[in-house]
């Protein structure tokens, strides 16, 4: 079971998800073989790299490739972060 983290925000802080080995719950259920669990890191604070700090992400594949599936996992550990998941650190956008 996961604990989340939880970080209060600062005026010069910009929000960020940080999810390892997150599963969408209703996929397992449904799932008959094994689930790959997804890390989603939207601005990462610890990166050096420019790129990996802006909290955007653009999700590109081909049809029925889950890109509708990886946003909603995220959605839904975002609401229930305590859920499937190893890891999750978040900081609370107002």
Sequence with gaps: MCRP???????????FINIHD???PCMLEKATNTF?????????????????TKP?????GP???GKSTLM???AVL???AHVVCLYF????VT
């Design 56 to 60: 955007l992400v653009l999700v590109t």
């Design 22 to 24: 997150g599963k969408h």
């Design 36 to 52: 790959i669990p997804n890390d989603i890191i939207l601005a990462d604070q610890s990166s050096t790299e420019e790129w990996q």
């Design 78 to 80: 975002a609401i229930l």
């Design 5 to 15: 983290i939880v970080l209060q925000t600062e005026n010069d802080q910009q929000p």
């Design 72 to 74: 909603r996992q995220t």
């Design 89 to 92: 650190l978040i900081r609370i």
């Design 63 to 65: 049809n029925m490739g």
